[in-house]
T-cell receptor, first 113, second 113 residues
Framework: SQQGEEDPQALSIQEGENATMNCSYK?????LQWYRQNSGRGLVHLIL?????REKHSGRLRVTLDTSKKSSSLLITASRAADTASYFC?????????????FGKGTTLSVSS | DGGITQSPKYLFRKEGQNVTLSCEQNLNHDAMYWYRQDPGQGLRLIYYSQIVNDFQKGDIAEGYSVSREKKESFPLTVTSAQKNPTAFYLC????????????FGPGTRLLVL
């Protein structure tokens, strides 16, 4: 089945640096979402970008979507130790109302102080 | 407080035993979902339900069963047929239309004795 694939699998940076994670998917979508998961916890929704949008911002988060390349990126600016978590992209299936989201395997971000 | 709860936090299963994981939400959401997460992996869909008394199999339904007798409850039973049940199980819910944001519970970690 269709799946988003995040890249890189793991990312280690220093506090204050920017972190960029990428997601690629296989087929046309209605929207793409990014979620965050702290170790051993449930997922928390960060941002949703629709297929007709190219860029979206939320606080220190910036998401881009390139439907021609079937890819998205999540940028976290001025990272903090508290940003340490796994980040997942999730896609739906275009015109498949009643089906669920497809999650990628995630990028594990480690921010050291 | 509105939210989605899962219990127990940890669950131990003996060989050949069926165990049931609880998921309750008071968000008045129509749709509920069960995911399985293995270490270092993304989420895989087990079952989902768009409405009371109806549910569909996800990608890895074998060895699991669900019921949706009430809008707020979507219990998952891990049967003895599931030979590798050790994983982190996440329940989620949303309004069910156009696959918007999903709200996740804190998860249940299932271990085999």
């Amino acid at each position: 089945s269709q799946q988003g694939e995040e890249d890189p699998q793991a990312l280690s940076i220093q506090e204050g640096e920017n972190a960029t994670m990428n997601c690629s998917y296989k087929t046309s979508i209605n929207n793409l979402q990014w979620y965050r998961q702290n170790s051993g916890r449930g997922l928390v929704h960060l941002i949703l970008i629709r297929s007709n949008e190219r860029e979206k911002h939320s606080g220190r988060l910036r998401v881009t979507l390139d439907t021609s390349k079937k890819s998205s990126s999540l940028l976290i600016t001025a990272s903090r130790a508290a940003d340490t978590a796994s980040y997942f992209c999730a896609t739906d299936l275009l015109n498949q109302a009643g089906t669920a989201l497809i999650f990628g395997k995630g990028t594990t971000l480690s921010v050291s102080s | 407080d509105g939210g989605i709860t899962q219990s127990p936090k940890y669950l131990f299963r003996k060989e050949g035993q069926n165990v049931t994981l609880s998921c309750e939400q008071n968000l008045n959401h129509d749709a509920m979902y069960w995911y399985r997460q293995d270490p270092g992996q993304g989420l895989r869909l087990i079952y989902y339900s768009q409405i009371v008394n109806d549910f569909q199999k996800g990608d890895i339904a074998e060895g699991y069963s669900v019921s949706r007798e009430k809008k707020e409850s979507f219990p998952l039973t891990v049967t003895s047929a599931q030979k590798n049940p050790t994983a982190f199980y996440l329940c989620a819910s949303n309004q069910g239309q156009n696959q918007e944001t999903q709200y996740f519970g804190p998860g249940t970690r299932l271990l085999v004795l």
